[in-house]
Structure formats: C-alpha cells, structure tokens
C-alpha cells in the first residue's frame, strides 16, 4: 500500500492556484483550447447524431451546453456524456502517451458540464480543476508497467474526472473518497471495440464523464464509497492492470505537472497512427509517389503493431481506418496529410488508397515498452530496386517535437468549421482570447456557450 487515493486527495483538495508552474498553465490553455475544438468538430461526425437521439431519451432540460451544430442545453449528465462522445469520436483529441491515457476527454467533458450548471467557475478554479484531474488519470497510467488491457482513456479517466469535480464542488477528504470508491464503481471500458474497429470506444468516454459526475452526486448527498478504490484487493489496479507501482508518481505530485506532458493530435486518426504519416510526409519529401511502391514497411514498438497494424479492408467504417495504418499512412503518401475529410464514405472507398494501402506493412521491432511509441522507421521499397528510408525519435505533437502556436489555432479553426459545418472565425476568435486570459475569467461556461453556438454575453 503507497497510499495513493490520500495523496492524491491531499494534492486534489490542497494544491493553490499559485503553486501551479506557468509551463503547466501554459499547457491547461493550450489543451482545453485544443479540446473545446475537437469537441466541436465531433459535432459534424456522422454517429454523433445517433448518439445524441439515444442520449435525448435519458434526461430533460438543463443548464449544461452540448457544443457545435444543433447544440443545446440539458442536464450536466447528459451533457457530459454527448461532449465526451463528441471530443473522441474522432480520435483528434490530445494524449497523454506514457500513460496511454486521452485526459482531457473525460476530463474537460465533466467539468465544463459542472461549470455551466454552477455559472460561477471562475478560469483559475477550472485550470486548477483540470490540472489535478490529469495528475490522477495520467499518473494512473503511468504506474502501470504492463500492456493496456482495458480502455485506460475511459477507466483512468473517470477517476481524474472525480477528482477534479470533487475539487470544484469543495468537497471534504471523506467526500472525494467516497466519490473515488463511486468511480470505481461505475468503472468500464474495454479494448474490445478497438479491435472491431467500433464506435463503443468513444461511449465509453461519454460514459466515463457521466459517470464521474454522477459519482459526485451520490457522495454529496451523504452515500459513502468505497475509500480504497485504487490499491485495494478490488480495487482498479488488481482488477484493470497486471503490474504497477505509483511510489514514483505519488513522490512527484506537486513538482511534475501532467498535463504539462500531454501531446497534441496532428491528425485526426489514433495516436498509434501519427509517427508513421509524419514518416509517409518525410518519404514524399525525399521524391517518393505512390506508383513506385512495390511496399512499405514500418518497424515501430509493439504497441503500434498491437493498436493500429489491422489489415485494410474495402467495407471498413470510419472507425476501423481511423485506427488502420494501411489506410491512414496510403493517404498520407497519396494527399501529403491526413484530415477530417478522409474519412468520410466517399474517401473511404478511393480506389488509388484502395490500391496501396495492402502494400503497407507495420512491423513490431521487438522493444521491451509496452508503452513505447517511437523510434519508427518506415521504409520504401520501390519497384525500380530502390529503397528510400525515413525515422523519427518522437512523435510530432509531443513535448519532444511540439506543434506550433500557428499550427495549434489552424487545427482549433479547422475544427470549429468543421463542427458548424461553416467558418464561424467570430466564435474561434473570442474562444481563443478567453482561453489565452483563462486566469482572468470570472465564469467559465461562457466557453461552453460558445462553442454551443451562442453569442458570447
């Protein structure tokens, strides 16, 4: 026992606004600028719409906003299930690698929800809020030494979800247990989808953000939790992963921000995917064209194999390609990028990506990180007997090789037309202004009204 559900109380509840590094608030604006957008380009996602006329069955009216195209309000709940959705369904939003965990999903989906029901969350309380729910949900991610076995976006997740929740709401030291020991109880998400290729993994974020406010209802009104929700005999550790140790994570709370080493998405396909584009850019760079393949070969860690080396397959939904290297690194080479639009059922279905894409191996290369991403080196093989090669160290996005300033709002703006389904530069502009001076704001749900669609005040 290390005792990690009291520490990371004592640092969720106690930690000031003041102690906060400027790279990690740097890195709140960045990230929740980057989710707001995602979440409402996943507004313009074909699926969406089925989810929100199944989630308009669950619950009524309410203060929470449900952002981009056809928004509107309902309970925090709901909300934060439909946003959830809406920022991973279209695997664009941010990641924390080492800990294999999308933070923010969940994360940000909960809280704006709870702030827009409060209308009093000023943006130092949200950084705040925010900065410890990654604590908790990368730094369960990153004791873990053993491969993913369950969708850690979602079950991590939920308990920096709470945490954070727990903070806004100022809940005691017993409360945020209880609500913790909730979490867990509400706990789910498996890898199943991911290998279908299916749209359960996004619902499974929604879920976990529902769930965590939900488990914050149930200790606020006085129903007590399991407190050893994390190490205990049932507790997620013993039930989620095979092997971890959070002695390091818990010594380094307060002196290593998370959030701080969250990367960008680039693109808007798995994570698993985006070394291997950057390397089909780095190949086109050096002259190479799809008519002189004879194969490509990317040798990459095993978890690249494991989450994206799935075989092209001409009936395949947007899902599966968003998570097939085939498919995604015959786009790169073909287009020079890979955008939102690719995957739509027209683009899915182009016969030169059809033509390429089996011709496009990933090979694992044998590392003992069951959580590496890089080095990868892909390799042309061209049918004049030429071979012409390309490698990276880290991925693009990463603290290691970070997106541009100009690069981060292009995607923002990418993203809020994509979601409106036309330029809306007055909404991308005031949201960007109020996340450059989060510290200033009095009341955050200005941001949710906003990317609802609405004027700002």
């Not at 729910?133 to 030494?145: E, Q």
Request: with cysteine.
């Amino acid at each position: 026992m290390t005792g990690m559900v009291d520490a990371f109380v004592a640092h969720g509840l106690g930690t000031r606004f003041e102690n906060l590094p400027d790279a990690a608030l740097r890195a709140v604006k960045t990230y929740l600028l980057d989710t707001l957008g995602v979440g409402i380009a996943g507004a313009g996602a074909p699926l969406t719409a089925r989810v929100r006329q199944a989630a308009g069955d669950w619950a009524g009216e309410g203060a929470a906003q449900v952002w981009g195209l056809g928004s509107f309000a309902t309970t925090p709940a709901n909300a934060a299930f439909i946003n959830g959705f809406q920022i991973h369904c279209q695997e664009y939003d941010c990641v924390h690698e080492p800990a294999v965990v999308h933070p923010l999903a969940t994360i940000l989906a909960a809280l704006m929800s709870e702030a827009d029901a409060r209308s009093n969350v000023s943006g130092r309380e949200l950084a705040m809020a925010l900065a410890v729910a990654v604590d908790l949900a990368a730094g369960i991610g990153v004791s873990v030494t053993s491969p993913i076995k369950f969708f850690r976006p979602a079950n991590a997740g939920i308990f920096g979800a709470t945490l954070g929740l727990a903070r806004l709401r100022q809940f005691t030291a017993d409360q945020t247990k209880d609500a913790l020991g909730y979490a867990l109880a509400f706990n789910s998400g498996t890898m199943q989808a991911h290998v279908e290729g299916k749209p359960a993994l996004p619902i499974q974020i929604g879920n976990a953000a529902r769930g965590a406010i939900m488990a914050c209802d149930l200790a606020e009104a006085g129903m007590e939790g399991p407190h050893d929700s994390l190490e205990g005999p049932f507790g997620y550790f013993n039930l989620f992963e095979d092997e971890a140790d959070p002695a390091d994570v818990i010594a380094s709370l307060g002196k290593v921000w998370r959030i701080a080493e969250v990367s960008h998405k680039p693109f808007p396909t798995g994570r698993a995917c985006q070394g291997g584009i950057v390397l089909m850019q780095k190949l086109r760079e050096q002259g190479v064209t799809p008519a002189e393949i004879e194969r490509i070969t990317l040798k990459a860690p095993p978890l690249i194999q494991r989450l994206v080396g799935r075989p092209y397959a001409s009936d395949m939904t947007a899902n599966y390609a968003r998570l097939c290297f085939q498919y995604c690194g015959a786009v790169a080479l073909t287009k020079g990028t890979v955008g939102l639009a690719d995957f739509s059922e027209t683009a899915l279905r182009d016969p030169e990506i059809a033509s390429l894409a089996p011709n496009i191996e990933v090979i694992d290369d044998g590392s003992p990180d069951a959580a590496a991403f890089t080095p990868q080196v892909a390799t042309a093989h061209l049918k004049d007997g030429r071979t012409v090669e390309a490698r990276i160290d880290a991925l693009y996005g990463s603290p290691a090789d970070p997106m541009s300033e100009e690069a981060h709002l292009a995607k923002f703006r990418s993203c809020v037309d994509f979601g409106f389904g036309a330029p809306r530069c007055e909404i991308a502009d005031r949201l960007i202004e109020l996340t450059k001076n989060l510290e200033a704001l009095e009341d955050v749900s200005i941001l949710s009204r906003l990317a609802a669609g609405q004027e700002a005040d």
